[in-house]
């Protein structure tokens, strides 16, 4: 009988770390601003457009910081061992997402309730990074739920078991927001979002998102300069017809789809050109844009 | 000298006995007739007599008959007198009158018609005679008409007039004298084949349109003759086919139809009446309408393609004659939508968007694409309509394109006019400065360069123009730059971006093709071609004249180093200096005959020639003496796809621009630009030389110019590319769709719903704010009604709906809900499975309302409300104790009431709704409208969405008056439009109305009234399939009948009392949204 080789891999929440160094092209200081930030546990607020490496940079992040090569001074194998990996909480908000989701709760098991700690509460008790993504899509009460983790106090209150925990030393929360996004309705109110650095994220330029796409799509470096293009022609139409523009995400899906063998144009219309927008007019432009950069 | 034998001196006496006159004229008449033998004689003086006694006033005819006898036998053979005389004798016994002119006209008749159909003339001219005095006179006219008539017809010909005329007299006798009165400028114009068909369709048209005729006879030959020979028959016959029909003729066929083809070309004519002809055999009328708008529909197509149009016209026609008609007339939207199929024209307006999009990803800055008619208008320099050009902030591009078989490839032709504009801005063709380097030339030169136009004292606007002073050649110089920077940028386009190269180089290859040969231009000409040819890519080899191929060699070696990546627009004036001095030094003179040709490749570029190389061709062309058959350099002929660059203008306009803004800035009132710059600039422009005209003239010109240059650069542009370009003010009793050119107005089609169809564009509706007034209105409205607003207050509040609600039994949520614990854990105890929805969480529920409220502001309103009262308080009457309890209500209300209009009711009704719309939280706004006519449907702001309840909308509610009529469909379609912009989840619209919906042709033919009423009802049913919810409140009590159809399928209520509205209407809110 044939193996099946077993296909997922499983571990609890707060076991995920990065053990491959994630492809990353740090475009400013933000690596060093991270450091810092990770070094003092001051929380992070990451803003830009959908798309443009927020999440990636966590994770590089979480692997850099957590590498061994970080510490120069351990030598022997034995310390290394010692090392601490630093795993990466990783929570999509939405807007059911409510506190019980990300602190925990009762459930029952048999006869009795059990407690079961939410991923934030995991990664308050191991020292994670615990990344919020899109945060204002969140239910307001989680808000005010990470207030305390995010001050001097840095503890996690658990109002059901009555207790309070105080946070890992190697925990940081870090949240991303997408302004401009969000209707005024959901934006960050201030008292949240004076807790935190924050370093702005935008889509890479021309060259840089070229390396970027060419890496992760595994395409030529002329087509990767065509879509790197692609991008900035489409960026042009920010607020003049876009609202949201293309993500570097999805220029490298079409590249992506063309390393499988879809021509150009098709892969830019199914990824570039439907996915951002429903009017055929612009539609119509964009594909011609598209027409016009690629055969 | 004829014997005057007994007989004859017997009928002497006899004549003379009738009148002394007679006698005379016998004897003078028989002096004259020699020719005829005795016996023939008497019997001709015989007739005579007999004529002359047949009654009263025959001797009149008989003077005739004697006077005019000599002038006819000289026409006739003695022997066929009696053919003359007989029919006369005939007529004279009818009448005298008609006798005798038969007589008086015989003698010129008979040069056209042979003595044997003399008796047949005479039967025709009889026919016309009734016995009336009337028909008398026609008859005799005919008789005195008849040699004009023989001029032009044959005898069955004019039997055919007479029956005519004879059928016309049956309804008019003075038309068919008047008729005769026109013979000859009918018939003198009309081609003898034309004769027959003209006739047979005159006189089909006396059955039904005998009133036609006389106007038929006058236009109808002009018309004819402007018809194509071999088409007339046809045509007419055509003609024949619309008589009898409704509403339709043969004569205004045929006005309408030569109007039509005036229009056409001329051999597209027999297609077109072939085309015609098909819809005439459907409906004639349809056929008419046809007329009209085919020159409009083959604006759009072609005339191959109007029978697939016509047939989609005919198909409606067999299922829906009112759709078929208004399909014809264009009045529908099926006949536009299947004329944009067919059509390939493609314009400019339909995909102006898209291409603007496309050149704003491109440019990556803001780019209208205009009309470049707007280009021309404004007088600054640019001529042409028909090619694209830019001026640095916007994409000029031409009406329509109709270049190509397709929409498709006319399409592409748009992208590449668009694109060889963007690739200017994008490859900064107009950001020429000596500040910045070239990227390809040796620094030395291009220092040179700098000294010597820094050396100049001209004044100049940019450094372009400071560039091109240096020259003393201007025209030659420019075309230079031009060719290169052209050149530059088409091949720096193609190198990046790899999707449109194709395109590219199959519009530059045809642009290639329309060159004309070099041999027939004179020498610096000949070389400027070769840079076109360069700057277009032309591959291969090119064949000149072996003196001159070095000279070529170095001319498209040097154009074409700059062709390669990274070179910029100074590398372009570099190159244009090394090139003009070769070009300047070469005299332009015609190419002679047979010379030396040896082939050149151009396709690829050697490198720049050195310095050395260049000097030594300088040299050589030094040495060569003047040549007086030189003449004067001309630019090259254009290439079409690249439309007008104009470098020098531009730039000027920029600096302009920019020097206005930081004036601005500073605050010291108008800007002051370099005049004498911009005279300088257009000294020797060649904008200002293609327009021809004496010196003063050019001087006038070029002032004329600054000052609109001025203008341009002052003005902020940023109204709307249509803005400016036309008034939307049209005929307003023309019956065709209407176009908007003004910001603001929208178009909407209109329902018809006999032709099943939308009239597309109909509705013109104007938006803007209502005026202000007193703000107090809506303070005072609430305070006079103090009680219903505090019973709104309550009921409103108490059913605002909670913002949170606990949910019980879910699978998942904050807290267990212990009732469900409880339950499962006893199931599971029991021995069943337990539900294991234990938990409760709070949920929001959000109540996401939009409401529009739609007033009605026609003049009707202006009603006041006791004159509505009236006819109740008489039904009152009837019943004591009813008026009793009436009278009572109404003295409570009384001083309230007072003098009160409908629309103020209405406008209070609203104060109280909206008092409970803000309690509520809802988003509302608030729109009147009215207006008159289609092409003027107002539509007042009160109060938008986004607007909170500030003053200015309480101000503007007190302005709320009577204005004109009210035509509902715009209105509605509008505020459809409106919600739609809105983000609710539910939507609602309602609309407050005193009557019937009524305007000026807001009905069919201006007849039936359910016109407005269908399209309203339509316009409603558009806003439900958009998911908004309608409501009509309406205050006639006539209401209901129309309602019934209006409001089908969807809520609508009938106030009977008006004053019963204020109370209503927030009651009515509250049921329909809570």
Not at chain 2, 203 to 230: C, F, H, Q, S
Request: aromatic share 8%; proline share 4%; net charge negative.
């Amino acid at each position: 009988m044939p193996e099946i080789k077993n296909s997922y891999k499983e571990r609890a929440i707060e076991e995920y770390v990065l053990k491959e160094d994630p492809f990353y092209i740090p475009i400013k200081d933000e690596i060093e601003l991270f450091e810092a930030a990770y070094e003092q546990k001051l929380p992070v607020l990451l803003k830009g457009p959908t798309g443009c490496g927020k999440t990636r940079f966590v994770e590089y992040m979480s692997w850099r910081l957590g590498r061994p090569a970080a510490s120069v001074k351990r030598k022997s194998k034995k310390e290394n061992e010692g090392e601490r990996q630093i795993p990466l909480v990783t929570i999509a908000c939405h807007e059911d997402l409510t506190a019980s989701d990300l602190v925990g709760r009762y459930l029952l098991e048999g006869e009795e309730t059990k407690w079961i700690d939410g991923p934030l509460t995991r990664a308050v008790r191991v020292g994670a990074i615990c990344y919020l993504d899109e945060v204002v899509e969140a239910r307001k009460d989680t808000t005010v739920l990470i207030h305390p983790l995010t001050d001097h106090r840095r503890i996690l209150p658990i109002e059901k078991r009555g207790i309070v925990l105080e946070a890992h030393e190697g925990f940081l929360l870090v949240i991303s927001y997408n302004p401009g996004y969000q209707s005024a309705l959901k934006d960050l109110k201030q008292s949240t979002r004076q807790r935190f650095i924050a370093i702005e994220f935008n889509y890479p330029p021309k060259e840089i998102e070229k390396e970027i796409i060419k890496h992760e799509s595994g395409v030529d470096a002329q087509t990767a300069l065509d879509l790197a293009r692609l991008g900035e022609k489409v960026r042009n139409l920010k607020d003049h017809g876009l609202q949201e523009v293309v993500s570097t995400r999805l220029l490298i899906y079409a590249g992506r789809l063309i390393a499988m063998g879809i021509s150009p144009r098709r892969a830019c219309d199914a990824a570039v050109v439907y996915g951002i927008i429903d009017d055929p007019e612009v539609q119509k432009s964009l594909q011609e844009v598209v027409s016009t950069i690629f055969e | 000298m004829r014997a005057w034998n007994e007989k004859l001196r017997t009928i002497e006496v006899d004549l003379e006995k009738i009148s002394p006159m007679l006698s005379d004229e016998f004897r003078r008449a028989g002096q004259q007739m020699d020719a005829l033998d005795d016996a023939t004689f008497f019997k001709w003086a015989q007739d005579g007599l007999d004529i002359a006694k047949h009654s009263l006033r025959s001797w009149e005819a008989a003077s005739d008959y004697f006077r005019s006898t000599p002038n006819v036998m000289k026409k006739l053979p003695p022997t066929d007198i009696r053919l003359w005389v007989a029919p006369g004798k005939d007529l004279a016994e009818e009448s005298a009158v008609l006798a005798g002119a038969y007589f008086r006209a015989s003698a010129q008749t008979l040069e056209f018609l042979a003595s044997k159909d003399l008796s047949e003339w005479a039967t025709i001219g009889k026919s016309l005679y009734k016995g009336t005095w009337k028909s008398t006179s026609l008859a005799a006219a005919f008789y005195d008409t008849t040699p004009k008539l023989a001029k032009y017809l044959n005898l069955d010909e004019i039997a055919r007039f007479a029956l005519l005329l004879d059928a016309l007299s049956v309804h008019s006798y003075d038309q068919g004298s008047e008729c005769l009165k026109m013979v000859d400028q009918v018939f003198s114009s009309l081609e003898k084949p034309d004769r027959q068909p003209f006739l047979q369709l005159a006189a089909v048209m006396i059955d039904n349109n005998w009133r036609d005729v006389r106007t038929y006879l006058d236009l109808g030959p002009k018309i004819i003759n402007r018809i194509r020979k071999e088409h007339r028959k046809v045509f007419l016959a055509l003609a024949e086919a619309t008589a009898g029909a409704d509403n339709c003729s043969p004569l205004t066929f045929i006005v309408d139809a030569s109007k039509a083809l005036d229009e056409i070309a001329p051999h597209d004519h027999f297609n077109f009446i072939t085309i015609t002809e098909s819809v005439l055999k459907k409906s004639p009328m349809a056929a008419l309408e046809f007329l009209h708008s085919a020159p409009k529909v083959l604006v759009k197509i072609k005339m191959d393609q109007m029978q697939t149009w016509v047939n989609g016209g005919l198909q409606i026609l067999a299922e829906n004659p009112d759709g078929g008609m208004a399909y014809f007339k264009l009045e529908s939207k099926h006949a536009i939508d299947i004329m944009e199929d067919i059509s390939s024209t493609l314009e400019l307006d339909k995909i102006r968007e898209v291409l603007s999009m496309y050149c704003q990803a491109l440019a990556g800055s803001h780019m209208q694409i205009k009309n470049s008619e707007t280009l021309t208008e404004k007088g600054i320099g640019w001529t042409s309509i028909e090619s694209a050009s830019t001026e640095g902030t916007a994409i000029f591009l031409p009406p329509s394109a109709k270049k190509y078989p397709s929409k498709l490839e006319n399409f592409g032709w748009y992208k590449i006019l668009s694109t060889h504009q963007v690739a200017h801005l994008e490859y900064g063709s107009f950001q020429f400065s000596f500040g910045k380097q070239p990227f390809l030339f040796k620094e030395y030169l291009w220092q040179d360069l700098t000294r010597v136009t820094a050396g100049r004292k001209t004044q100049a606007l940019s450094d372009i123009q400071r560039f091109f002073s240096i020259f003393p050649n201007k025209r030659l110089v420019s075309d230079i730059f031009m060719l290169v920077e052209d050149g530059r940028i088409d091949a720096q386009f193609k190198r990046e971006y790899a999707g449109i190269r194709q395109t590219y180089s199959k519009i530059q290859k045809t642009a290639l093709a329309e060159r004309p040969p070099f041999e027939s231009l004179p020498g610096q000409e000949a070389l400027v071609e070769v840079l076109v040819r360069v700057s277009l890519q032309q591959g291969g080899i090119v064949r000149v004249p072996s003196q001159k191929q070095t000279l070529v060699r170095s001319i498209v070696d040097i154009a074409r180093s700059v062709q390669v990546e990274g070179a910029n627009v100074e590398d372009t004036a570099q190159a244009t200096v090394l090139i003009y001095e070769i070009i300047a030094k070469v005299k332009n003179t015609p190419q002679e005959g047979n010379q030396d040709q040896s082939d050149t490749e151009v396709s690829d570029s050697e490198g720049m020639p050195s310095a050395e190389e260049l000097k030594a061709l300088m040299e050589k062309l030094d040495q060569e003496g003047a040549n007086p058959k030189e003449t004067e350099y001309k630019s090259p002929q254009k290439v079409e796809y690249r439309g007008e660059f104009k470098p020098e203008l531009v730039q000027a306009l920029n600096e302009m621009r920019k020097q206005n803004e930081e004036d601005s800035e500073e605050e010291d009132g108008k800007p002051e630009f370099d005049e004498e710059a911009l005279k300088e600039m257009l000294k020797d422009s060649t904008e200002i030389e293609q327009m021809e005209g004496s010196e003063q003239d050019m001087m006038e010109l070029t002032e004329e110019m600054i000052e609109k240059l001025m203008q341009e650069a002052a003005s902020q542009d940023d109204q709307d590319p249509q803005a400016g370009s036309g008034q939307s003010d049209k005929d307003p009793n023309s019956d065709k769709p209407l176009t908007v050119s003004k910001p603001k107005q929208y178009l909407y089609d209109e329902w018809d719903f006999r032709a099943v169809d939308y009239k597309p564009r109909w509705c013109i509706v104007k938006e803007r704010p209502l005026e202000e007034g007193s703000p107090d209105f809506y303070d005072k409205t609430l305070t006079g009604y103090s009680t219903l607003v505090a019973q709104i207050k309550h009921q409103f509040e108490m059913s605002q709906p909670e913002q949170f609600k606990k949910v019980k039994r879910l699978p998942d949520g904050d807290e267990y809900d212990f009732d469900a614990v409880i339950e499962a854990i006893v199931e599971r105890r029991a021995g069943s499975t337990p539900d294991d929805k234990v938990y409760w969480r709070r949920n929001k529920i959000e109540r996401d309302v939009a409401v529009a409220l739609l007033l009605d502001m026609s003049a009707s309103t202006a009603e006041a409300i006791e004159d509505g009262r009236q006819a109740e308080k008489w039904d009152y009457r009837n019943d004591p104790h009813d008026y009793m309890q009436w009278l009572r209500q109404h003295k409570e209300e009384g001083a309230r009431r007072a003098n009160k209009r409908i629309i103020d009711v209405e406008k209070e009704s609203i104060v109280l709704l909206m008092k409970a719309l803000e309690i509520l939280g809802d988003r509302y706004a608030i729109y009147g409208f009215s207006g008159y006519g289609r092409e003027n449907v107002e539509f007042y702001l009160i109060k938008e969405f986004k607007e909170s309840l500030t003053n200015h909308v309480k101000a503007r509610l007190d302005k709320v008056t009577p204005m004109h009529a009210t035509r509902m469909g715009p209105a509605i379609r509008h505020t459809t439009s409106k919600l739609e912009a809105v983000d609710a989840k539910s939507k609602f619209m309602f609309l407050l109305s005193d009557g019937r919906p009524q305007d000026r042709g807001y009905s069919r033919e201006g007849v039936e009234k359910e016109y407005a009423v269908h399209d309203t009802k339509m316009a409603f049913t558009e806003a439900r399939r958009k998911h908004i919810t309608p409501f009509a409140l309406t205050v006639d009590r006539t209401g209901h009948d129309y309602l019934k159809t209006m409001c089908q399928d969807m809520g609508y209520e009938v106030l009977a009392d008006v004053a019963s509205l204020p109370k209503r209407l927030p009651q009515l809110y509250r049921t329909l949204t809570l």
